[in-house]
């Protein structure tokens, strides 16, 4: 299965990837989460990456494209995968396909997950994230067992710095800018399925897996 996860911030990306990516044993590509570890290790990559993430901005096409291919010619075989928050602009989503063509790979389908303005305001402040293994939270939506602990490894949560109210803002207007031209790009080529993500996540998940599997 070779997957695309389109969204704004916020839209359950990264909340949904977990989930598919076990039911259908695929690897999990997220960009978001490649800068953030390398920040965390304090790689030259990172430390570039983090001056564009700092202001709710892009980091620049020619970088993330580079990651992205380097991480899909690494995948052994033909095992799929998952891309979440990639790609995020017109040159990006062009770049990908000439490599996936490159690979003689196609994509079975582009999942949109749609959520109305408020919404995402709500989720991205409230999320919070693992330090350790990138397991997301929500305080009030999707809380751990024991406040500020992953259930899953037992590292610390924390709320990312991009997710305060003013931050979120610009990331909304760049996604309205640079990303959502893209859902037309792949409806015109017939890959688009749209599912309502206003929903509760395991809702959510279902209406994924059942329009995957029509
Ligand atoms: P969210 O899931 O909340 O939308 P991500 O974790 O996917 O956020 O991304 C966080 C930040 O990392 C973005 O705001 C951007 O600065 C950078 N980033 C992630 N993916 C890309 C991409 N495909 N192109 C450019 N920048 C990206
Ligand atoms: P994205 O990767 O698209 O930026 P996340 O998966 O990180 O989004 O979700 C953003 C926040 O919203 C997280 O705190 C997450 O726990 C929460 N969340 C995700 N999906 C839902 C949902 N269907 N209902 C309520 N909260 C959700
Ligand atoms: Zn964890």
């Not at 749609?114 to 409230?126: C, D, F, M, W």
């Amino acid at each position: 299965m070779r997957l695309l996860l389109m969204g704004p911030p916020g839209a359950g990306k990264g909340t949904q990837a977990e989930s598919l990516v076990g039911k259908y044993s695929i690897p999990h590509i997220s960009t978001g989460d490649i800068f953030r570890t390398n920040l965390r290790e304090g790689t030259p990559l990172g430390l570039r990456a983090k001056e564009y993430m700092d202001k709710g901005q892009l980091v620049p096409d020619n970088l993330v494209v580079s990651i992205v291919v380097d991480r899909l010619e690494s995948l052994e075989g033909d095992s799929g995968f998952l891309l979440d928050g990639f790609p995020r602009t017109l040159p990006q989503a062009e770049a990908l396909d000439r490599r996936l063509q490159d690979l003689g790979w196609g994509l079975d389908a582009v999942v949109n997950i749609e959520v109305p303005h408020q919404t995402i305001i709500e989720r991205l402040t409230g999320r919070r994230v693992c330090r350790q293994c990138s397991s997301t939270y929500h305080l009030k939506y999707n809380p751990s067992q024991v406040r500020g602990i992953c259930d899953t490894c037992g590292g610390g949560l924390y709320q990312r710095e991009d997710d305060s109210l003013e931050t979120v803002q610009e990331r909304l207007e760049v996604y309205n800018r640079q990303t959502q031209p893209l859902i037309e790009y792949y409806r015109e080529r017939g890959l688009l399925l749209s599912v309502d993500g206003s929903q509760e996540i395991p809702a959510v998940l279902n209406a994924i897996i059942v329009s995957l599997e029509k």
